[in-house]
């Protein structure tokens, strides 16, 4: 399988737990984004790297949310000290450079 | 600030019509959109993209035209089967600092009846 892989699928944590998110991307795929998406919303961006350098960053993410993409392969996305209001899909997605996206499946993360 | 905009947010059309789908976007920066497609409890599924040299691009299908004075570009599913029936989501990114993201609406849900 060749598309962009997430692990876990589906993540049930307590509040106030930290839990990571990891992302493969396409293997020659420079451009690494991280989206958030709830119920009736669109993807919300959270951050982009380009190879390995992590180049934007919502303004809206809490400092409890950290990611990095060490050697421009694989990216972890973390989540703090969880809240109710984390619980949503964390989608990744992978492009060349002005080309199209590809989305992996997501992780559902639910904070009870 | 909402950059993109879907402002229907759902269609029902027959099976064998055509589905439009409408998308406007503010920021002039954007250069490149896409069109995706969502199951739920799925990642969004690429359709069709087009560079802002362009105005049509076609793929079976489906076909999306951008119209680029008056920021808005649409999706022409035509025949429309039930299997189309999902939410689409319009996306757009472009070169400048800032615009490396892709901005999405909020999504348009489709229902194709048999």
């Known amino acids: 399988d060749t598309g962009v892989s997430q692990n876990p699928r589906h993540k049930i944590t307590k509040r106030g737990q930290n839990v990571t998110f990891r992302c493969d991307p396409i293997?020659?795929?420079?451009?690494l984004y991280w989206y958030r998406q709830t119920l009736g919303q669109g993807p919300e961006f959270l951050t982009y790297?380009?190879?390995?350098?992590?180049?934007?960053k919502s303004r809206l993410l809490s400092d409890r949310f950290s990611a990095e993409r060490p050697k421009g392969s694989f990216s972890t996305l973390e989540i703090q000290r969880t809240e109710q209001g984390d619980s949503a899909m964390y989608l990744c997605?992978?492009?060349?450079?002005?080309?199209?996206?590809?989305f992996g499946q997501g992780t559902r993360l639910t904070v009870v | 600030d909402q950059q993109v905009k879907q402002n229907s947010p759902s269609l029902s059309v027959q099976e064998g019509r055509i589905s439009i789908l409408n998308c406007d976007y503010t920021?002039?920066?954007?250069?490149?959109f896409l069109w995706y497609k969502k199951y739920p409890a799925e990642g969004p599924t690429f359709l069709i993209s087009?560079?802002?040299?362009?105005d049509k691009n076609e793929d079976g299908r489906f076909t999306v035209f951008l119209n680029k004075s008056a920021k808005h570009l649409s999706l022409h599913i035509v025949p429309s089967q039930p299997g189309d029936s999902a939410v689409y989501f319009c996306?757009?990114?472009?070169?400048?600092?800032?615009?490396?993201?892709?901005?999405f609406g909020k999504g348009t849900k489709l229902s194709v009846i048999p």
């Open positions: 997605a992978s492009r060349l450079t002005h080309t199209e996206a590809f």
């Open positions: 293997s020659e795929h420079n451009r």
């Open positions: 790297f380009q190879n390995e350098a992590q180049l934007e």
């Open positions: 920021n002039s920066m954007f250069d490149y």
């Open positions: 087009i560079s802002s040299i362009k």
């Open positions: 996306a757009a990114s472009g070169t400048g600092a800032g615009s490396y993201q892709l901005t």
